[in-house]
């Protein structure tokens, strides 16, 4: 019956040179650089524009990253609070504003259902008609589904579940104690929020990444751009695929500046344990590595801020920037619990902050490796015409962050508009037949590729006087160091 | 990096543990290694454990020679004192998994180090094993491990050391973790 519908609705397919998935600050970025190069694009957007920050996101959240640091493809932040940070129907508004100062070619409504090598390209099946296109940039996000741990589903019914994504407020919760798992940017700002409403809450931290929010008088994000991190390449360091599974930085943007870190929390009440482990005979198990964890998340907060400073010095900035700060020590409880009996009615609610992970059931192109990420280097995917835009530190550490994204679909749409004319020049002189096999036709990087904007992909110019070779990212660590990640990337590029 | 005169040697093959790294990317199945011990009673709490063959890069392995370990309990449990207990060979796992991580880890960072010592705690109340308390759990109650490295190195970068072999080590995490443990009888 249904497929009688689609079929109905389905007719010839309509033609496309490219068509990009997602309609958020990646999608919108790709059709500013595609328009400009007079590619004829289409976005496919399953709602409206900007719908993820709509609809999957809980009602007290603002960005990470203050206002001054909202910049888009020829757009910047031109209100009035600009160190403050966007509630979610402001970035809404802010893309929509974006979206139609662009024109940019949006189906909004449009669900896509597969996405499948053709003749020449590629063909996307909709919920709404099918397109043929030469390329397809895949910009729908990279914070799809909850990433929630098996154990889930074996928590006995009494007691609720709810994911980061289904979360709203403390109001939907049942009164009682909550679970807390995971203590990243979204684990400590619901834990937070929780445990106000009166929920007495349980924080379960693991492996997390702790950065103060205001540094020397300064946001954290204004030192990580300035000194050069935000810009750090993804061909730069060591171990490309460790540092893209670094957890989000412990942030919060708020409307009053203040740090929510660990130590705030404890303050509050709220009580520590480690990695949530198992869940067994009715009893969750708590890893006793908290200390550890902890731990090792100081030292390398310890490390960022030398970094930071050392910059600051030899970027003469000592004098008009604040003194060095460094933060207390994570405090952890003496004997953090080890377990906790669910049948105790200690817990009636487990809220799940931990992590999300990109949606590409739809994808029927061989890309996806055996952890389901997609292979692609710098966002060209391994299948010639596919890119993909916004994953964590695709391009560069800022690729997921809203203003990371220009330098990316830059660079990205340079190499697809090289691909595109490639291809052109192919088929003309094999005058029509089948272009096929064309494996050799593959652009090179687009650090290599002309480019009609004056900053060519490759290096980012800037970076202030003192950085170092070395990594300094919140993630990055000295431990990489060594390790051959860096030549393979190389080899892959020839 | 470094501008040592001599080249850091901590006596670990960096190289072929990264070779192998990537080796087995592309055979993750050749990853999977099964550890064995044996053990036979002697006599009293006294008994003998033997360790020669392991599986692991998908065939059977075999240490250079077989090697046995006396376990017994002190005199202090009417016991014979044959070699340590059973929990001191947990502390001895844990103390060489992360000392061989410390060197590792100080290898690949280029970091010589000339001295590592660990001095390691565990408590426990007895009253768990004994049946005394059912409250009183049988195993740790806490684990402490001290480790005084010296090292051409910051105390700083020591530290991180440290926090890193932790990391990467497996009998932490056997320790931190639960196990699905089966014990049958044939």
Known sequence: MIDGLRHRRRGPARAVTVVVIGAGQAGLAMSHYLGRRGIDHVLLERGEVAHSWRHERWDSLRLLTPNWQCRLPGLRYAGPDADGFMTMPEVVAFLRAYARRLSAPVQTGTTVLSVRPADDGYRVITDRGDWRCRAVVIASGAFNLPQVPALAAELPPTIASVTAREYRNPGQLEDGGVLVVGASATGLQLADEIHRSGRPVTLAVGEHVRLPRHYRGRDIQWWMEAAGILDQRFDEVDDIDRARRVPSPQLAGSAAPSTLDLNALTDRGVELVGRLAGLRDGRLQFSGSLPARCAAADLKLGRLLDAIDGWARDSGLDRTAGPPERLPPTRVPDSPRLGLDLASGVIRTVVWATGFRPDYSWLQVPVLDRKGQLRHHGGVVDAPGLYVLGLPFMRRRKSSFIHGVDDDARELGAHLAVYLDKRNRASTSLSGSCGRGSGKLQPREAADAPDMDSDLGGHPPVHGPGRRGRSIGAGGSRQEQGRSTRTDCRAREQ | ?186
């Open chain 2, 1 to 186: 990096m470094q501008t040592a005169i001599r080249p850091v040697d901590n006596g670990v093959n960096v190289t072929a543990l990264l070779g192998a790294r990537e080796a087995l990317a592309q055979a993750p199945a050749a990853a999977r290694f099964t550890w064995r011990a044996s053990c036979d009673w002697v006599n009293g709490t006294h008994s003998r454990a033997t360790i020669e063959g392991y599986h692991g890069l998908g065939e059977e392995q075999r240490h250079k020679t077989r090697f046995t370990f006396d376990a017994d309990h002190p005199e202090v449990f009417a016991s014979e004192d044959h070699g340590p207990t059973p929990v001191e060979f947990v502390l001895v796992g844990l103390a060489g998994c992360l000392t061989a991580g410390i060197a590792a880890v100080a290898q690949n960072r280029q970091i010589q180090l000339r001295s590592v010592t660990a001095t390691l705690e565990g408590d426990m109340d007895i009253q768990g094993i004994l049946g005394m308390d059912g409250d009183v759990r049988n195993g740790f109650d806490a684990i402490r491990v001290t480790f005084e490295i010296d090292a051409d190195a910051t105390r700083e970068e020591i530290e991180a050391l440290v926090a890193q072999s932790q990391k990467r080590s497996a009998v932490y995490d056997a320790l931190t973790n639960p196990t699905n443990v089966s014990v049958r009888v044939k």
